[in-house]
């Protein structure tokens, strides 16, 4: 059974950057897409960025600019870079991928943006 184990959330101030990362191991197929959703409270989970195993990204366009999302496929990581950030930025942040058969979410990782 496949599982994502990420890391890198924490508590940041505003205008500061963060960078998490996400593994993958013990899927049966090759990871397809990776990527990244968030969940503020109260709020629906929503598309952070994703990328595909050949390196095509999708953002959500509010962060463009300021999330850059990457992938080592080697390593089945992904990771997203995080600029300039706002107090709207603080949420939950899930690590997603998915195979031919499966979608994987990670256990999230809390990201805290305050002075």
């Known amino acids: 059974q496949g599982q994502l184990v990420e890391s890198g959330g924490g508590l940041v101030q505003p205008g500061g950057s963060l960078r998490l990362s996400c593994a993958a191991s013990g899927t049966t197929f090759s990871i397809y897409t990776m990527g990244w959703y968030r969940q503020a409270p109260g709020k629906q989970r929503e598309l952070v960025a994703v990328v595909t195993i050949r390196g095509t990204t999708n953002y959500a366009d509010s962060l463009k600019g300021r999330f850059t999302i990457s992938r080592d496929n080697a390593k089945n990581t992904v990771y997203l870079q995080m600029n300039s950030l706002k107090p709207e930025d603080t949420a939950v942040y899930y690590c997603?991928?998915?195979?031919?058969?499966?979608?994987?979410w990670g256990q999230g990782t809390q990201v805290t943006v305050s002075s």
């Open positions: 997603y991928a998915n195979t031919l058969a499966l979608e994987y």
